[in-house]
Protein backbone atom coordinates (compact mmCIF):
# COMPACT_ATOMS: atom_id res chain seq x y z
CA UNK A 1 0.00 0.00 0.00
CA UNK A 2 1.08 3.46 -1.08
CA UNK A 3 1.09 6.73 1.01
CA UNK A 4 -1.87 7.74 -0.73
CA UNK A 5 -3.82 4.74 -0.49
CA UNK A 6 -6.34 3.68 2.66
CA UNK A 7 -8.28 1.05 3.95
CA UNK A 8 -12.32 0.91 4.07
CA UNK A 9 -11.83 0.48 7.69
CA UNK A 10 -9.53 3.58 8.44
CA UNK A 11 -12.41 5.31 7.35
CA UNK A 12 -14.81 3.74 9.18
CA UNK A 13 -17.47 5.95 11.78
CA UNK A 14 -20.30 4.32 13.86
CA UNK A 15 -22.83 7.02 15.01
CA UNK A 16 -25.46 6.56 17.33
CA UNK A 17 -28.64 8.50 17.98
CA UNK A 18 -31.54 7.92 20.74
CA UNK A 19 -35.03 8.21 18.73
CA UNK A 20 -36.83 10.92 20.54
CA UNK A 21 -40.91 11.95 20.41
CA UNK A 22 -39.78 15.50 18.32
CA UNK A 23 -37.80 12.75 15.88
CA UNK A 24 -40.79 10.48 14.90
CA UNK A 25 -44.25 10.71 12.63
CA UNK A 26 -47.57 10.11 13.93
CA UNK A 27 -47.19 6.32 13.72
CA UNK A 28 -43.86 6.62 16.10
CA UNK A 29 -41.76 5.71 13.42
CA UNK A 30 -38.40 7.83 13.27
CA UNK A 31 -39.28 10.12 10.05
CA UNK A 32 -37.24 9.19 6.92
CA UNK A 33 -35.86 12.61 6.65
CA UNK A 34 -34.17 12.68 10.09
CA UNK A 35 -32.75 9.32 9.66
CA UNK A 36 -31.21 11.16 6.48
CA UNK A 37 -30.35 13.81 8.07
CA UNK A 38 -28.01 11.58 10.09
CA UNK A 39 -27.07 9.72 7.32
CA UNK A 40 -25.32 12.61 5.93
CA UNK A 41 -23.54 13.47 9.15
CA UNK A 42 -21.92 9.81 9.32
CA UNK A 43 -20.97 9.94 5.96
CA UNK A 44 -19.26 13.15 5.72
CA UNK A 45 -17.42 12.05 8.66
CA UNK A 46 -16.38 8.74 7.28
CA UNK A 47 -15.21 10.95 3.82
CA UNK A 48 -13.18 12.96 6.02
CA UNK A 49 -11.56 10.37 7.55
CA UNK A 50 -10.64 9.09 4.50
CA UNK A 51 -9.32 12.39 3.12
CA UNK A 52 -8.27 14.42 5.94
CA UNK A 53 -10.28 17.67 4.39
CA UNK A 54 -13.83 19.05 3.87
CA UNK A 55 -16.04 17.34 2.29
CA UNK A 56 -19.96 18.19 0.33
CA UNK A 57 -22.48 15.95 -0.23
CA UNK A 58 -22.32 15.55 -4.17
CA UNK A 59 -25.08 12.66 -4.12
CA UNK A 60 -27.50 10.34 -2.37
CA UNK A 61 -28.67 7.09 -3.81
CA UNK A 62 -31.78 5.31 -3.43
CA UNK A 63 -32.68 4.94 0.03
CA UNK A 64 -35.30 2.29 0.88
CA UNK A 65 -36.29 1.11 4.64
CA UNK A 66 -37.11 -2.17 5.02
CA UNK A 67 -38.23 -1.79 8.95
CA UNK A 68 -39.05 1.39 10.50
CA UNK A 69 -37.46 2.51 14.00
CA UNK A 70 -39.85 3.31 16.78
CA UNK A 71 -39.51 5.59 19.27
CA UNK A 72 -37.33 5.07 22.35
CA UNK A 73 -35.11 3.02 20.06
CA UNK A 74 -31.20 3.24 19.27
CA UNK A 75 -30.30 4.07 15.53
CA UNK A 76 -26.72 2.62 14.96
CA UNK A 77 -25.67 4.16 11.09
CA UNK A 78 -21.99 2.70 10.22
CA UNK A 79 -20.54 4.35 7.43
CA UNK A 80 -17.45 3.83 5.47
CA UNK A 81 -15.64 4.33 2.10
CA UNK A 82 -16.48 1.85 -0.35
CA UNK A 83 -14.27 3.42 -3.24
CA UNK A 84 -12.59 6.38 -3.71
CA UNK A 85 -12.39 8.26 -7.92
CA UNK A 86 -10.31 11.09 -8.36
CA UNK A 87 -11.90 14.03 -6.12
CA UNK A 88 -14.94 12.00 -4.94
CA UNK A 89 -15.50 8.94 -2.19
CA UNK A 90 -18.56 6.84 -2.41
CA UNK A 91 -19.56 5.95 1.02
CA UNK A 92 -21.69 2.81 2.18
CA UNK A 93 -24.04 2.58 5.10
CA UNK A 94 -25.51 0.21 7.15
CA UNK A 95 -28.38 1.36 9.45
CA UNK A 96 -29.53 -0.98 12.10
CA UNK A 97 -32.15 -0.38 14.81
CA UNK A 98 -32.44 -1.49 18.65
CA UNK A 99 -34.83 -2.50 21.05
CA UNK A 100 -33.43 -1.74 23.89
CA UNK A 101 -36.26 -3.19 25.88
CA UNK A 102 -36.97 -6.17 24.40
CA UNK A 103 -33.08 -6.76 23.43
CA UNK A 104 -32.61 -7.44 19.68
CA UNK A 105 -30.80 -5.25 16.80
CA UNK A 106 -32.64 -5.34 13.26
CA UNK A 107 -31.74 -3.96 9.94
CA UNK A 108 -33.44 -0.43 8.68
CA UNK A 109 -31.58 0.37 5.52
CA UNK A 110 -28.67 0.58 2.82
CA UNK A 111 -27.66 3.56 1.40
CA UNK A 112 -24.73 5.07 -0.56
CA UNK A 113 -23.92 8.80 -0.67
CA UNK A 114 -21.04 10.21 -2.87
CA UNK A 115 -18.93 12.77 -1.62
CA UNK A 116 -15.96 15.67 -2.98
CA UNK A 117 -13.01 16.30 -1.29
CA UNK A 118 -12.46 20.30 -1.33
CA UNK A 119 -9.50 22.31 -0.88
CA UNK A 120 -8.88 25.39 0.96
CA UNK A 121 -10.60 27.76 -2.10
CA UNK A 122 -13.50 25.04 -2.38
CA UNK A 123 -12.25 23.34 -5.35
CA UNK A 124 -12.75 19.29 -5.51
CA UNK A 125 -8.51 18.07 -4.35
CA UNK A 126 -7.86 14.53 -5.16
CA UNK A 127 -8.37 11.60 -2.37
CA UNK A 128 -6.72 8.98 -1.26
CA UNK A 129 -6.71 5.49 -3.04
CA UNK A 130 -9.07 2.65 -1.33
CA UNK A 131 -7.31 -0.57 -0.56
CA UNK A 132 -10.41 -3.14 -0.17
CA UNK A 133 -8.88 -6.05 2.21
CA UNK A 134 -12.14 -8.10 3.03
CA UNK A 135 -14.45 -9.89 0.79
CA UNK A 136 -17.62 -7.44 1.82
CA UNK A 137 -15.15 -4.51 1.00
CA UNK A 138 -13.94 -5.98 -2.24
CA UNK A 139 -17.55 -6.58 -3.64
CA UNK A 140 -18.19 -3.10 -2.69
CA UNK A 141 -15.56 -1.83 -4.65
CA UNK A 142 -16.47 -3.64 -7.81
CA UNK A 143 -19.36 -2.59 -7.81
CA UNK A 144 -18.99 1.07 -6.89
CA UNK A 145 -17.82 1.52 -10.68
CA UNK A 146 -21.23 0.57 -11.99
CA UNK A 147 -23.13 2.45 -9.44
CA UNK A 148 -20.80 5.96 -10.24
CA UNK A 149 -21.78 4.94 -14.00
CA UNK A 150 -25.30 5.33 -13.24
CA UNK A 151 -25.40 8.13 -10.69
CA UNK A 152 -23.54 10.27 -13.91
CA UNK A 153 -25.83 8.75 -16.71
CA UNK A 154 -29.46 9.91 -14.41
CA UNK A 155 -27.18 13.35 -13.43
CA UNK A 156 -26.94 13.82 -17.47
CA UNK A 157 -22.87 14.04 -17.14
CA UNK A 158 -22.41 10.81 -18.91
CA UNK A 159 -23.73 9.52 -21.67
CA UNK A 160 -25.30 6.17 -21.72
CA UNK A 161 -23.14 4.72 -24.31
CA UNK A 162 -19.48 5.69 -22.64
CA UNK A 163 -20.88 3.70 -19.66
CA UNK A 164 -18.25 0.65 -20.13
CA UNK A 165 -18.48 -1.05 -17.11
CA UNK A 166 -22.46 -1.57 -17.18
CA UNK A 167 -22.76 -2.22 -20.76
CA UNK A 168 -20.39 -5.42 -19.88
CA UNK A 169 -23.04 -6.90 -17.36
CA UNK A 170 -25.54 -6.99 -20.34
CA UNK A 171 -22.92 -8.13 -23.03
CA UNK A 172 -24.15 -11.80 -24.47
Not at 1 to 24: H, R, Y
Not at 141 to 148: E, N
Request: aromatic residues 8%; charged residues 25%; contains cysteine.
Amino acid sequence: MDQFSKTAKESQVTMTELVLPNDTNMFGNLMGGRLMYWMDIAAALAAMKHCGTPVVTASVDNISFENPIKLGNAVHIQARVSRAFNTSMEIFMSVWGEDALHQYKYKSNEAYFTFVALDPNGKPRKVPNLVPETEEEINLFDGALRRRQVRLILGGKMKPDDATELKALFKL
